[in-house]
C-alpha cells in the first residue's frame, strides 16, 4: 500500500492518496488551484463551526451554505445599522477584500476593510476606519458565538473580484438581511 502523499508518514487510506487523519486535514482551494492544510490555508477556505470546510474557495453549491449563510446574517446583526448595506456596495464594487495584521502573542493588529470607499466617503476626507473597529468590537462581544465567528470567516473569505460566485451569493444574502429590516440592532 503507498503512503499518503501530504505526510508521507501513514499509510493511504483513501481513493485520493490520502491517510485518514490527513483527509479531514487538507483541503482543496477551487480559487488558488492547490491543496489547503488547516494549518497553513489560504484566505479562501476555513473549518466552521460544524468542522466542515467552508468558504468561496470549496467547492460545492453555495446557495444551499447554510452555515456560511446563517453566520453572515448573525455578523450583520451584530454590526450598527447600516454595515449590511455598506458591504453590499463594497462585494458589488468588485473591490471588497479584508487584509489581518495579528501578533501571535498579546494583543493589538491592525484589521482593513477594502471597498467601503464610495458611496459613504467624501473624497477629499480621510477615511475612518469604522467598519474595522465595528467589527473588532463584535467580534469581542460576540466571541462565543460561533455563527458571528462563521459570517466573519466567510467575509474574509471573499477577495475582490477572484471569487464571483460566492460574491453574487453574498450579495443575494445580504439583501435578505437589509429586506427583512434584521441589518441591526438599534443600539
Do not use: Q
Not at 63 to 86: H, Q, W
Not at 111 to 123: A, E, K, Q, R, V
Amino acid at each position: 500500500m503507498d503512503k499518503c502523499r501530504w505526510c508521507e508518514d501513514r499509510e493511504a487510506d483513501y481513493e485520493n492518496g490520502l491517510c485518514e487523519y490527513c483527509d479531514s486535514e487538507v483541503s482543496e482551494c477551487v480559487i488558488c488551484k492547490s491543496e489547503e492544510h488547516i494549518d497553513s490555508k489560504c484566505r479562501h477556505i476555513f473549518k466552521d463551526s460544524e468542522w466542515r470546510w467552508n468558504g468561496s474557495g470549496v467547492m460545492g453549491d453555495y446557495y444551499d451554505n447554510r452555515t456560511a449563510k446563517v453566520g453572515l446574517i448573525a455578523l450583520c446583526e451584530a454590526m450598527p445599522r447600516g454595515f449590511a448595506s455598506a458591504l453590499f456596495y463594497a462585494i458589488k464594487s468588485g473591490r471588497f477584500y479584508t487584509f489581518l495584521m495579528a501578533p501571535m502573542i498579546g494583543s493589538g493588529g491592525s484589521m482593513t476593510l477594502g471597498g467601503f470607499d464610495w458611496p459613504f466617503f467624501h473624497p477629499h476626507r480621510v477615511r475612518e476606519p469604522r467598519w474595522e473597529k465595528e467589527i473588532v468590537k463584535a467580534g469581542e462581544e460576540h466571541g462565543d458565538s460561533e455563527e458571528v465567528a462563521d459570517g466573519y470567516h466567510w467575509l474574509v473569505s471573499l477577495y475582490k473580484d477572484e471569487t464571483p460566485e460566492a460574491n453574487a451569493v453574498t450579495l443575494r444574502w445580504l439583501m435578505l438581511c437589509m429586506g427583512r429590516g434584521t441589518e441591526a440592532p438599534k443600539r
